[in-house]
C-alpha cells in the first residue's frame, strides 16, 4: 500500500463540468505537491504546500484550484478544463525541509472531452 | 527552459550488463539529486538519492554518481534485469522562494533484454 492515495485514477470529464482530484497522505509529511504529466514531457510541477500554507503556484490557469485543509489531505479542483489539460495528474508529499524524498501517489488519469 | 534534462529518451540493454542513465541540470543551486522509476499507469517509485556534497551513493544494484563540475549525474543499475524495464526520472531539488522544489527530467526508457 503506497503512502500517498489519490482517487479518483481515473476520470472522464465534459468541459463544463466540476469535479475534484482527491490526495491523502500517510507518511507524516508536512509539504504536498501536485504534478502534471502530460505525453513526452517532464513532470511539471503545479503547486507546492507547505504545512498546509501554498508556497508555490507554478503560473497555473485558474481552472485548476488547489485546497490543503491539513497536512494530510490535498485537493485539485477542476473547473471548465480544456481538453488539452488531459494528462495524468501526480500528488506527492515530503517532509519540508534540505535533503529530503518526495513520494508519489499512482496518479489520477484525466480525460477532458 | 529546461533546467533538468534527459537527453536519450531511450535506452536498450542486455540483461546482466551494465545500465547507464544520464542526467544533466544547469541550477547550480540544485542541492539534492533524486532518481525515480517509472511503470505505466503507476506513480513514479523512489530509488535513490545523493546530496551534492557527495560524489557517489550507492544502494544494492543501484549507484548513483554525481559530477558537480560537470553539473551531470548518472544511474548504473549493474546488473541488469528485465523487470528494471521501465522509465527512470532524475530530479533535483532547490530551495527557492521559501519553499523546496523539485523539478524533473523528461525521463529514459529503459528496456533490458532477456
Known amino acids: 500500500e503506497t503512502g500517498v492515495t489519490q482517487t479518483p485514477r481515473h476520470l472522464v470529464m465534459g468541459m463544463t463540468n466540476k469535479k475534484s482530484l482527491k490526495c491523502e497522505q500517510h507518511l507524516g509529511h508536512n509539504a504536498m505537491y501536485w504534478y502534471k504529466q502530460s505525453a513526452k514531457k517532464p513532470l511539471e510541477l503545479m503547486f507546492v504546500y507547505n504545512f498546509k500554507e501554498q508556497t508555490e503556484n507554478n503560473s497555473v490557469p485558474s481552472r485548476f484550484s488547489p485546497e490543503c485543509p491539513n497536512s494530510s489531505h490535498l485537493f485539485l479542483h477542476l473547473h471548465t478544463l480544456q481538453p488539452e489539460d488531459s494528462a495524468l495528474y501526480l500528488c506527492?508529499?515530503?517532509?519540508?525541509?534540505?535533503?529530503?524524498?518526495?513520494?508519489f501517489g499512482e496518479g489520477s488519469w484525466l480525460t477532458v472531452v | 527552459d529546461q533546467q533538468v534534462k534527459q537527453n536519450s529518451p531511450s535506452l536498450s540493454v542486455q540483461e546482466g550488463r551494465i545500465s547507464i542513465l544520464n542526467c544533466d541540470y544547469t541550477n547550480s543551486m540544485f542541492d539534492y539529486f533524486l532518481w525515480y522509476k517509472k511503470y505505466p499507469a503507476e506513480g513514479p517509485t523512489f530509488l535513490i538519492s545523493i546530496s551534492s556534497i557527495k560524489d557517489k551513493n550507492e544502494d544494492g544494484r543501484f549507484t548513483v554518481f554525481l559530477n558537480k563540475s560537470a553539473k551531470h549525474l548518472s544511474l548504473h543499475i549493474v546488473p541488469s534485469q528485465p523487470g528494471d524495464s521501465a522509465v527512470y526520472f532524475c530530479a533535483a531539488s532547490a530551495h527557492t522562494s521559501g519553499t523546496y522544489k523539485y523539478i524533473f527530467g523528461t525521463g529514459t526508457r529503459l528496456k533490458v533484454l532477456a
Open positions: 506527492a508529499s515530503s517532509q519540508a525541509g534540505q535533503g529530503n524524498t518526495i513520494y
